[in-house]
Structure formats: structure tokens, C-alpha cells
């Protein structure tokens, strides 16, 4: 079965759709979301229709618990905090229902899938680092873990008696006798100094981890937010991807 697996939208419409049909021609069987479909742009309540359109494990990330106000946004920076709050308050009854469907993590086979991290995932730990690796791998249980948060596509391999290894997000053949955590980066929000959304597709006949960069119209992604008078910085920050 081939799987895409697609995160952190962030409300980008342009970017969501231009990866749908990109996803289109890779012959995937199944589209699984790993969360964060809401926050920081200009198009909530569409990217959520289509997530719940098209795609089959869909999770819930902490921009969806901010925006069913879940979770306290008194420590997110200025320009989160107020992307959060319009969020909030673009959010229909229908809206709100697809984000309550959506759950913390899902094990499909010898896969978990999860927003952030395996470990304290309610509490959305960053995975950025080989320490914060040693974490998850603590309480994974599972042979991979695909995973989102940090909008960087990353690999780490769990190794004995040493810090896991990192390495960027790349296509890779997995060894079946190790453990992987797989970041597969952002559709609406790269920031690894990449512009282009990212998603990956996991083969599990193959056995591989596909990873692709698709383009999208960022000047109107861009255009949306300066109508909904979002921060600049959110706005500026998708010309360059960090």
C-alpha cells in the first residue's frame, strides 16, 4: 500500500491543493494528515473541507486545540498568538465538527503517527534534536513514526548506546531491524530555507520513504493574509521557507 502522508497546511489553501494534485499522480491508495491543517493562514475552513475530503487518518495538531480553545496560546509569540485568535473566530459550527473528529495519534500496523512527538505528544514537544529523538524513541513502540510540528523535514535513526542519528529529509530505503522517526515537513509552512510545500509517500511493499517538493501560487497564499490583516512576518516568512 502506498501512502501519502501530509502536514501542517496551516491554513494555505494554494499549497494544499496544488499537493492534492500532486498526490493525484503518484497512485497512492490512502492520504493520511498529521495535523496542523489550521493556523497562522488565510484559508481555515477550506483547507479543512478538503482534508476531511480526502483524507482517512486525519490528527489533531496544536493550532486545531488552540482554535477549539484547548489550549492556552498565552506562551505562542505575538504573530501566533493573533494568527490563533482570528483563527478561532473564522471557525463555523461545521468546521469545528471536522476538528473534533480528529485524533491524537493513530497506530496502523507497525506505523504511529502522531503530530508532534511519541513522547508527552499532548504536550507538543518539538523533535529537532537528537536528544528530543532519544525521547520519542523511549516511548515508541512502533518500527516508524511519521510525525510533523516542526515544518522540517528530517530523519532520525534510532541507534544503541548512542544519540540517534539525524540527518535531513531525504528518500531513503528504511533498515527493517531499526526504528525511525520521519518527519515529513509542511505543506503550508516549510521552513527549511524551501519555499515549495513538502509532503512524503511510505510504500510498505517497497518499503521506502518518497519525499516531494511541489510548487504553489505563494503570491496569493500571501494576498489572502494581508486581506485577513495577518502578521507581516507570517506573510513574508513563505518566500523564503523558514
Known sequence: MRLAIISDIHGNLEALVSVLRHIEKQKVDKIHCLGDVVGYGGDPVGCLELISEH???????????????LDDTSDYNPAAKKAAEWTRHQLTDRAQS?????EMSHVLDQILMVHASP???EQWPYVLTPEAALDAF???KQKLCFLGHSHVPQIYCERDEELPRMQAGHDFL??????????????GQPRDNDPRACYAVFDDKEYEVL???VDYDIDTAQEKMEQANLPRMLIARLSFGR
Open 119 to 121: 513522547y508527552e505528544p
Open 174 to 187: 528504511p533498515d527493517p531491524d531499526s526504528r525511525y522517526l520521519v518527519n515529513v515537513g509542511s505543506v
Open 211 to 213: 519525499y516531494h517538493r
Open 138 to 140: 523511549v516511548e515508541l
Open 55 to 69: 483524507c482517512d487518518i486525519k490528527l489533531m495538531g496544536n493550532h486545531e486545540h488552540a482554535a477549539l480553545g
Open 98 to 102: 471536522i476538528v473534533n473528529e480528529f
